[in-house]
Protein backbone atom coordinates (compact mmCIF):
# COMPACT_ATOMS: atom_id res chain seq x y z
CA UNK A 1 0.00 0.00 0.00
CA UNK A 2 1.21 3.34 -0.90
CA UNK A 3 2.49 5.37 2.36
CA UNK A 4 -0.32 8.31 2.65
CA UNK A 5 1.22 11.70 2.77
CA UNK A 6 0.60 15.59 3.98
CA UNK A 7 1.17 18.67 1.98
CA UNK A 8 0.80 22.12 4.31
CA UNK A 9 3.31 21.85 7.03
CA UNK A 10 2.87 24.60 9.54
CA UNK A 11 0.41 26.48 7.58
CA UNK A 12 -2.39 28.45 9.20
CA UNK A 13 -5.87 28.17 7.04
CA UNK A 14 -9.00 30.73 8.26
CA UNK A 15 -11.66 28.53 6.78
CA UNK A 16 -13.66 29.27 3.29
CA UNK A 17 -12.90 28.06 -0.02
CA UNK A 18 -13.81 24.87 -1.11
CA UNK A 19 -16.73 22.76 -0.62
CA UNK A 20 -18.03 25.07 1.55
CA UNK A 21 -21.94 23.43 2.66
CA UNK A 22 -25.31 25.16 2.26
CA UNK A 23 -26.35 24.20 5.84
CA UNK A 24 -29.63 24.07 4.70
CA UNK A 25 -30.59 20.54 4.78
CA UNK A 26 -32.76 19.40 8.30
CA UNK A 27 -29.56 17.82 10.01
CA UNK A 28 -27.81 21.52 9.95
CA UNK A 29 -31.32 23.31 10.77
CA UNK A 30 -29.98 26.00 8.44
CA UNK A 31 -27.54 28.84 8.18
CA UNK A 32 -23.86 27.58 9.46
CA UNK A 33 -20.99 29.24 8.45
CA UNK A 34 -17.83 27.14 9.31
CA UNK A 35 -14.60 29.08 10.55
CA UNK A 36 -11.98 26.59 11.22
CA UNK A 37 -8.07 27.34 12.12
CA UNK A 38 -6.16 24.90 10.71
CA UNK A 39 -2.07 23.96 11.57
CA UNK A 40 -1.10 21.07 9.42
CA UNK A 41 1.68 18.63 10.33
CA UNK A 42 4.27 18.17 13.40
CA UNK A 43 4.04 15.18 15.11
CA UNK A 44 2.55 14.76 18.50
CA UNK A 45 5.10 14.06 21.26
CA UNK A 46 3.52 12.13 24.49
CA UNK A 47 5.36 10.04 27.30
CA UNK A 48 3.05 8.99 30.54
CA UNK A 49 4.71 7.02 33.04
CA UNK A 50 3.72 6.45 36.76
CA UNK A 51 0.24 6.59 36.52
CA UNK A 52 -1.94 4.70 38.69
CA UNK A 53 -4.63 2.54 36.97
CA UNK A 54 -7.40 2.18 39.20
CA UNK A 55 -10.34 0.85 35.89
CA UNK A 56 -10.39 -0.67 32.77
CA UNK A 57 -8.08 0.98 30.63
CA UNK A 58 -7.01 0.20 26.63
CA UNK A 59 -3.86 0.95 24.82
CA UNK A 60 -5.43 3.57 22.27
CA UNK A 61 -3.18 3.39 18.74
CA UNK A 62 -2.39 6.68 18.86
CA UNK A 63 -2.04 9.84 21.47
CA UNK A 64 -0.06 8.38 24.39
CA UNK A 65 -1.25 7.71 27.55
CA UNK A 66 -3.70 5.91 29.43
CA UNK A 67 -7.36 5.46 28.03
CA UNK A 68 -10.85 4.18 28.88
CA UNK A 69 -12.68 1.88 26.54
CA UNK A 70 -16.23 3.84 25.51
CA UNK A 71 -19.53 1.91 23.32
CA UNK A 72 -21.48 4.94 22.72
CA UNK A 73 -24.89 4.05 20.72
CA UNK A 74 -25.69 5.21 17.17
CA UNK A 75 -28.61 5.32 14.45
CA UNK A 76 -28.23 4.31 10.99
CA UNK A 77 -28.86 7.57 8.30
CA UNK A 78 -29.90 6.32 5.36
CA UNK A 79 -31.42 9.30 2.83
CA UNK A 80 -31.61 9.59 -0.86
CA UNK A 81 -30.02 7.25 -2.52
CA UNK A 82 -27.97 5.63 0.70
CA UNK A 83 -27.72 2.57 1.82
CA UNK A 84 -26.37 0.75 4.64
CA UNK A 85 -25.14 -2.91 5.66
CA UNK A 86 -23.54 -3.29 8.11
CA UNK A 87 -19.98 -1.43 8.18
CA UNK A 88 -21.04 -0.80 4.10
CA UNK A 89 -21.88 2.41 3.25
CA UNK A 90 -23.09 3.24 -0.26
CA UNK A 91 -24.41 5.66 -2.26
CA UNK A 92 -26.04 4.21 -5.46
CA UNK A 93 -26.61 7.25 -7.92
CA UNK A 94 -24.89 9.79 -9.69
CA UNK A 95 -26.95 12.51 -8.27
CA UNK A 96 -25.17 15.86 -8.30
CA UNK A 97 -28.15 17.79 -5.70
CA UNK A 98 -29.81 16.49 -3.06
CA UNK A 99 -29.17 14.88 0.09
CA UNK A 100 -27.45 11.45 -0.67
CA UNK A 101 -26.54 9.98 2.78
CA UNK A 102 -25.33 6.83 4.52
CA UNK A 103 -24.12 7.24 7.50
CA UNK A 104 -24.21 5.86 11.46
CA UNK A 105 -24.41 8.90 14.10
CA UNK A 106 -23.01 8.40 17.56
CA UNK A 107 -24.11 9.73 20.96
CA UNK A 108 -23.52 12.96 22.04
CA UNK A 109 -20.52 13.50 24.79
CA UNK A 110 -19.94 17.10 26.73
CA UNK A 111 -16.44 17.92 27.61
CA UNK A 112 -13.63 14.92 28.31
CA UNK A 113 -11.11 13.67 25.52
CA UNK A 114 -12.85 11.76 23.26
CA UNK A 115 -10.92 9.21 20.44
CA UNK A 116 -12.35 7.40 17.40
CA UNK A 117 -10.71 5.25 15.43
CA UNK A 118 -11.86 3.16 12.21
CA UNK A 119 -10.14 1.93 8.87
CA UNK A 120 -12.23 2.80 5.40
CA UNK A 121 -11.52 0.77 2.33
CA UNK A 122 -13.66 2.64 -0.62
CA UNK A 123 -14.11 -0.71 -2.96
CA UNK A 124 -15.56 1.10 -5.81
CA UNK A 125 -15.71 5.20 -6.78
CA UNK A 126 -16.99 6.68 -9.76
CA UNK A 127 -18.44 9.98 -8.39
CA UNK A 128 -16.16 12.09 -6.14
CA UNK A 129 -15.69 14.88 -3.03
CA UNK A 130 -17.51 12.15 -0.68
CA UNK A 131 -17.28 12.75 3.33
CA UNK A 132 -16.68 9.65 5.19
CA UNK A 133 -15.75 10.79 8.71
CA UNK A 134 -17.35 13.94 10.44
CA UNK A 135 -17.13 15.58 14.00
CA UNK A 136 -19.91 17.71 14.37
CA UNK A 137 -21.11 20.27 17.66
CA UNK A 138 -24.57 19.70 18.89
CA UNK A 139 -26.34 21.53 21.73
CA UNK A 140 -27.00 25.31 21.18
CA UNK A 141 -23.70 25.73 18.99
CA UNK A 142 -25.55 22.76 16.65
CA UNK A 143 -23.97 22.80 13.35
CA UNK A 144 -20.85 21.10 11.24
CA UNK A 145 -17.53 21.10 12.90
CA UNK A 146 -15.09 18.68 11.29
CA UNK A 147 -15.61 17.01 7.73
CA UNK A 148 -12.71 14.22 6.07
CA UNK A 149 -13.51 13.83 2.60
CA UNK A 150 -12.33 12.32 -0.57
CA UNK A 151 -11.44 13.16 -3.62
CA UNK A 152 -11.98 10.18 -6.84
CA UNK A 153 -7.97 10.59 -6.94
CA UNK A 154 -7.30 9.82 -2.91
CA UNK A 155 -6.97 13.05 -2.19
CA UNK A 156 -8.26 13.50 1.26
CA UNK A 157 -9.25 16.75 2.53
CA UNK A 158 -11.31 18.57 4.97
CA UNK A 159 -14.62 20.02 3.17
CA UNK A 160 -14.46 22.90 5.59
CA UNK A 161 -11.54 24.84 3.98
CA UNK A 162 -10.18 22.28 1.68
CA UNK A 163 -7.05 21.71 2.75
CA UNK A 164 -5.46 18.98 1.67
CA UNK A 165 -5.07 16.04 5.15
CA UNK A 166 -3.28 13.37 2.95
CA UNK A 167 -2.95 11.11 -0.18
CA UNK A 168 -3.56 7.49 -1.35
CA UNK A 169 -6.66 6.80 -0.35
CA UNK A 170 -7.77 5.33 -3.54
CA UNK A 171 -9.82 2.13 -4.39
CA UNK A 172 -9.00 -0.87 -2.52
CA UNK A 173 -6.80 0.47 -0.12
CA UNK A 174 -7.38 0.11 3.42
CA UNK A 175 -6.90 3.56 5.74
CA UNK A 176 -7.13 3.87 9.23
CA UNK A 177 -8.54 6.91 10.50
CA UNK A 178 -8.58 8.11 14.47
CA UNK A 179 -9.75 11.57 15.62
CA UNK A 180 -8.58 13.11 19.33
CA UNK A 181 -11.21 15.29 20.54
CA UNK A 182 -9.83 17.01 23.40
CA UNK A 183 -13.23 19.35 24.26
CA UNK A 184 -12.09 22.90 24.53
CA UNK A 185 -8.61 22.48 23.62
CA UNK A 186 -7.48 20.75 20.44
CA UNK A 187 -8.88 18.73 17.73
CA UNK A 188 -6.32 15.94 16.38
CA UNK A 189 -6.92 13.97 13.21
CA UNK A 190 -4.17 10.98 12.27
CA UNK A 191 -3.72 9.39 8.94
CA UNK A 192 -2.38 5.39 9.25
CA UNK A 193 -1.45 6.82 12.98
CA UNK A 194 0.64 9.81 11.84
CA UNK A 195 -0.68 12.96 13.17
CA UNK A 196 -1.65 15.07 9.96
CA UNK A 197 -4.15 18.14 11.13
CA UNK A 198 -4.97 19.92 14.48
CA UNK A 199 -7.84 22.41 14.92
CA UNK A 200 -8.79 24.22 18.02
CA UNK A 201 -11.51 22.73 19.68
CA UNK A 202 -14.38 25.00 21.51
CA UNK A 203 -15.97 23.71 24.58
CA UNK A 204 -19.43 21.99 24.46
CA UNK A 205 -20.58 19.08 22.77
CA UNK A 206 -19.99 16.84 20.15
CA UNK A 207 -20.35 13.71 18.03
CA UNK A 208 -19.03 10.87 16.11
CA UNK A 209 -20.43 10.35 12.49
CA UNK A 210 -18.78 7.99 9.59
CA UNK A 211 -19.80 6.34 6.15
CA UNK A 212 -20.51 8.37 3.16
CA UNK A 213 -22.08 11.61 2.31
CA UNK A 214 -22.04 13.66 -0.42
CA UNK A 215 -21.10 16.81 -0.23
CA UNK A 216 -22.02 20.27 -1.80
CA UNK A 217 -19.61 19.74 -4.98
CA UNK A 218 -19.89 15.94 -4.78
CA UNK A 219 -21.59 13.03 -6.49
CA UNK A 220 -21.70 9.18 -6.05
CA UNK A 221 -21.74 6.38 -6.88
CA UNK A 222 -19.26 4.88 -3.96
CA UNK A 223 -19.10 2.28 -1.98
CA UNK A 224 -17.14 2.29 1.95
CA UNK A 225 -16.65 -0.43 3.38
CA UNK A 226 -15.42 0.53 7.05
CA UNK A 227 -13.61 -1.89 9.93
CA UNK A 228 -11.86 -1.97 13.08
CA UNK A 229 -14.39 0.82 15.04
CA UNK A 230 -13.39 1.62 18.56
CA UNK A 231 -13.53 4.42 20.86
CA UNK A 232 -12.17 5.76 23.89
CA UNK A 233 -12.06 8.32 26.80
CA UNK A 234 -10.18 10.12 29.51
Known amino acids: ?3 LSAT ?3 LTVIGSGLDLYRYRRPEFHGGWHV ?3 TRIGGALAAAVCGIAILAPVADAQVGGGTWKPWSPGYKEQQKGCGQVSGLTFKLTCSDGSGEQRAERR ?3 YTGGTHQFEGSFKITSMGGSRISLKQTFRDGSNA ?3 FLLAVEKGGRLYTVENGQTVATGATVGTSVRVNTINEVGSTHKV ?3 GSLKQTDDSPSGS ?3 KFGSY ?3 SGAGPITVEWSGIKFWTR
Open 190 to 192: YIN
Open 106 to 108: YET
Open 8 to 10: GRG
Open 214 to 216: RTA
Open 143 to 145: GPY
Open 206 to 208: YYD
Open 35 to 37: RTR
Open 1 to 3: MPP
